[in-house]
């Protein structure tokens, strides 16, 4: 396994003392909402990023992203608070967002939609999935009701999204239409009042600025400047995308999990029960050391989907298993922790609580673990039937 650069461990240990001492006691603040942290506490949060320097720490110098293990490394320390991300600027959407337009996009696009996005000037959404109910794109993307048309030196878009991660508030989005070519993309500017945000779900999870939006674009005029890309190139580019941001999900909750391991273990270490610490009572010892075994194997799972990225394979299978594997792994780390802090786990007086309900939530987006699974059982089908033929 390739080692971790010395810009990289620089990087990670400042953005680490900057989550645990500056981050983390922000963790109670009133401003933490229902759908997700506020504006306000937003900007405070990244103010004091950039005051010490670590705002968007995996694009250090604007522009040159740093590997995906190094960023591994670094997006790990972000995520030791869930608010770390949101401060550094490494949270999704924007994250995948920053890497998909850095690889798509011509040089105005950049200028015009990225560089706000990596100043953390600007949050992002990104409008691919919609409506259930009605048919539309979920796990399979292939479902897309969204239509495009062109109309002269624009294109009109019309359908309904769902599930949209911090479309309220966001200054940019990119939106995924059918054209007669296939899926294509659009970058645009927001708020547009033909993109109308019908509501915001209430969802298990807390932690993204924005929450999840239900949302309508009724005849939005795109200028064809800002279509990102090719017409019908839709599908590939969500692929560019797909497979670091699937990894940088499992690299922040990692942090997190790690964090919550720490505080149930100094819980464990501290309270008392039957005369003895809970510790060395096995029922919670082993909950701890079992803990411990699961982060080291996501640890080493998400390092090695990160250097096949790194050697510039498309990731797809490799970011599958991690997927999976760490989703899994870290909801059972966070189910050990709540169990053996008892009722402080099941309150809001640590984030052990925050974890459960953010992981719960993560095995489903980026592709719930079954679709993962089936995509995974398809490959080794067809590799098995290619040896009889």
């Known amino acids: 396994m390739a080692e971790i650069s ?19 006691p922000y963790e109670k603040d009133p401003r933490l909402e229902d759908h997700g942290p506020s504006d306000d506490l937003v900007r405070e949060l990244r103010a004091k990023a950039r005051e010490a320097g670590v705002m968007t720490p995996h694009i250090p110098n604007g522009h040159d992203h740093l590997t995906q293990l190094e960023t591994a490394y670094v997006l790990k320390k972000t995520g030791l608070s869930p608010l770390g991300p949101v401060a550094c600027n490494t949270a999704a959407p924007d994250e995948g967002n920053m890497f998909l337009i850095g690889k ?27 409506p259930a109910m009605d048919g539309g794109a979920g796990s399979d993307p292939g479902m897309m009701q969204t239509t495009c048309v062109q109309d002269g030196n624009h294109w009109i878009i019309n359908g309904k999204k769902t599930f949209i991660t911090g479309a309220d508030g966001a200054k940019v989005g990119i939106i995924m239409a059918k054209s007669e070519e296939g899926a294509t993309m659009f970058l645009v500017d927001l708020p547009d009042p033909a993109i109308k945000i019908d509501r915001l779900l209430d969802t298990i999870d807390s932690s993204m600025p924005g929450g999840h939006a239900e949302v309508t674009i009724d005849n939005l005029r795109v200028p064809a400047s800002q279509m990102l890309g090719n017409p019908g190139e839709g599908f590939r580019y969500a692929q560019i995308r797909l497979a670091p941001a699937r990894l940088s999900h499992c690299m922040r909750w990692h942090g997190v999990a790690t964090r919550a391991h720490e505080i149930a273990t100094e819980y464990a270490c501290k309270r008392q029960a039957f005369g003895k610490l809970l510790i060395d009572h096995e029922g919670v010892g082993f909950m701890l050391a079992e803990n411990q075994i699961d982060l080291k194997q996501s640890e080493l799972m998400i390092d090695w989907c990160a250097e096949a990225l790194d050697r510039g394979e498309n990731g797809n299978v490799e970011s ?70």
């Open 6 to 24: 010395e810009r990289a461990r620089e990087i990670g240990e400042r953005v680490e003392r900057f989550v645990r001492d500056i981050v983390a």
């Open 104 to 130: 798509v996009a011509n040089d105005e696009q950049r200028v015009q939609f990225l560089d706000p996005l990596v100043s953390g000037e600007a949050r992002s959404a990104f409008f691919m999935t919609e």
């Open 320 to 389: 599958s298993m991690t997927k999976v594997a760490v989703s899994e792994a870290l909801f059972r780390v966070a189910d050990r922790c709540v169990q053996a802090m008892g009722g402080m786990g099941v309150s809001r007086d640590t984030i052990v609580e925050q974890l459960f309900r953010e992981v719960r939530a993560f095995r489903i987006y980026d592709g719930p673990t079954e679709v993962h699974k089936w995509s995974l059982a398809k490959k080794l089908k067809k590799a098995e039937l290619s040896k009889h033929q």
